[in-house]
């Protein structure tokens, strides 16, 4: 089981809540990679988010960036908006990235995106959310499958390729390509179906009412004619490690607490409720906040559950201090990721 | 337990969902455990569909849009800019259940719900313009759907609104959201379904009847 963690950057703030600098958050963001690495994190995934509070809008360019400086962990997307972005474009920076990297470290994750904020920054149209998604994605899958730098390829929502040079290729050959969905069903079938592997994205109810998608998910792709083994599941969700549940729930509240008071500004949503929070944290809820035995073994037993690869959590929301934030890196590194070991082996 | 079951499918009735998204889906699952036959079709034909309806809502069947059509009680739960992909006519004279939200904010802005103050079951239903539009089950995450229902008569149960222009239909409804685990409280006609749109307390938040009819009562004297 590899452990990991993501993010979007989120902005630090100052006491009297204002936000600080997007050029901070990008420095802490690169710093907190850098410092996964070196503490043994089997993953980190980046972005895609555009605003001042969640401002790692660039995952392609951070991953580059981090592919330089560390050596060991796997980098990704988390996710990419591909609908909105050319797929020939992140291909290749995702490419570069991973040569940097020494090859096979660096992967893409494709999403929808969880908001809509991408559709008037780039100019696209909503009308044209299911078209953008699904060509760009046989598109980045057809690059990539690519038995050549040269691709073939045309739909309606980009320019024809025409025998095309798309370069570089990946020093491994190619690029892992995960599937991002936040649990629609549909999206499990079509991640089974093209053979991808799916990451799913929990961040509220009990994980493990999504059993049903990962078999699902399995049973379409094994119907395709896909092997096992190319059929891979893994789960982001919030969470905070810290040596007590205690301190890990007291740590985590005030950025969640930040979150949701934005987001309910956009979304027309009350003050958020101390009540929900503590109930989203204790099994079976939706967030890994504890001690490292707790989170351990609520990673555990979700994949009695789903089967998962990796297991990686959102750590930094709100602007949670940068010192908090690499402390419970550093926890899941070298607490956790143990644990959950010896816990499966013992299974 | 299968005699039970046969049982329940025929006093209950079968019940339509058009849309097998995270919302459709959930209210299946409600629906097949209260008894009742479900019919569940998208956009896609029913062999497309045929493995998630087995595997995410077993007991359910999947079959084309026109045969979920034909049941008792529809439930239309499809992305919102889909909706005139809807055959209206299929729905001449049936009960629908609108289940959909217009949330600009996450799904970006709709011309047609952007054009007047009508409630978005009203444009739903101007489009549905032969149907029976009963607006239920908007103010419920899907997530929340089964952790949260509760056989009749349990304390603090949970609360729906419903809205609506047809009397009748608003009984069959109603019944049909106590069988699946919700008391009920009606907010008034079709138009008043606006005061548990997104933005409101009442979609905000998670009330037993007695609340939910206060805070219903407490929009209509500020409106």
Not at chain 1, 315 to 336: K, N, R, W, Y
Not at chain 2, 93 to 110: E, H, L, P, R
């Amino acid at each position: 089981m590899e452990i990991g963690a993501y993010s979007f950057g989120d902005s630090q703030r100052n006491a009297d809540g204002s936000l600080r600098s997007t050029t901070e958050a990008v420095q802490n963001l690169f710093a907190a990679i850098k410092h996964a690495d070196a503490a043994g994190l089997d993953y980190f995934g980046v972005g895609e988010h555009h605003t001042t509070t969640m401002p790692a809008s660039s995952p392609g360019a951070m991953i580059a960036a981090a592919a330089a400086a560390t050596t060991r962990i796997k980098l990704g997307s988390a996710a990419s908006i591909i609908g909105t972005d050319d797929p020939v474009r992140i291909f290749q920076q995702f490419a570069t990235a991973d040569v940097i990297s020494g090859g096979g470290r660096v992967e893409i994750t494709a999403g929808r995106g969880s908001s809509v904020e991408t559709f008037p920054l780039f100019g696209h149209s909503l009308e044209e959310y299911d078209d953008l998604y699904a060509q760009k994605l046989d598109l980045l899958m057809t690059i990539n499958n690519s038995e050549t730098e040269n691709v073939t390829w045309s739909g309606t929502v980009r320019p024809a390729l025409d025998n095309l040079a798309v370069v570089p290729r990946p020093a491994s050959g190619k690029l892992p390509i995960w599937l991002a969905t936040g649990g629609n069903a549909s999206s499990s079938a079509r991640a089974g179906q093209l053979g991808l592997p799916v990451s799913y994205g929990i961040i509220g109810g009990a994980p493990h009412r999504f059993a049903p998608l990962a078999e699902l998910y399995r049973r379409s792709g094994a119907a395709a004619g896909h092997v096992p083994e190319s059929l891979k599941v893994s789960v982001g969700a919030l969470g905070f490690v810290a040596p007590t549940k205690k301190e890990a729930l007291e740590r985590f509240y005030p950025g969640w607490h930040n979150l949701n008071v934005e987001m309910g500004r956009l979304r027309g949503w009350p003050a958020p409720d101390k009540r929900a929070y503590l109930a989203q944290a204790d099994a079976p809820g939706a967030y890994y906040v504890g001690s490292p035995d707790e989170v351990a073994e609520r990673i555990v037993h979700l994949h009695g559950y789903l089967g998962h690869m990796r297991h990686f959590l959102q750590m930094d929301i709100g602007g949670i201090p940068q010192e908090q934030l690499l402390e419970s890196i550093t926890l899941l590194a070298t607490e956790v990721k143990p644990r959950v070991e010896r816990l499966l082996a013992a299974k | 337990m299968d005699i039970g079951a046969q049982e329940h499918v025929a006093t209950r009735g079968t019940i339509g969902i058009l849309g097998a998204g995270r919302v459709g889906t959930a209210i299946a699952r409600l629906a097949v455990a209260a008894g009742y036959r479900v019919k569940i079709a998208t956009s896609k034909p029913a062999a497309d569909n045929a493995l998630i309806i087995e595997i995410v809502t077993p007991g359910a069947e999947a079959v084309d849009a026109p045969e979920a059509a034909d049941s008792d009680l529809v439930v239309v739960a499809v992305p919102l800019h889909k909706y005139k992909g809807v055959g209206a006519d299929m729905l001449a004279g049936k009960v629908v259940i609108d289940a959909m939200n217009y949330w600009s904010v996450t799904d970006g802005d709709i011309a047609d719900f952007e054009a007047d103050d009508r409630s978005s079951s009203e444009v739903v239903a101007a489009h549905l313009s032969a149907s029976r539009v009963v607006k239920s089950f908007n103010h419920i995450g899907y997530h929340e759907m089964e952790p949260d229902s509760a056989p009749t008569g349990t304390a603090d149960r949970r609360a729906l609104a419903l809205a609506g222009d047809d009397t009748d239909a608003k009984e069959q409804v109603a019944a049909f959201i106590d069988a699946l685990g919700f008391d009920v409280v009606d907010a008034g006609d079709l138009a008043a379904g606006r005061n548990y749109e997104p933005g409101t307390e009442v979609f905000n938040g998670r009330f037993n009847a007695g609340e939910l009819s206060t805070k219903l009562r407490g929009s209509l004297v500020s409106a």
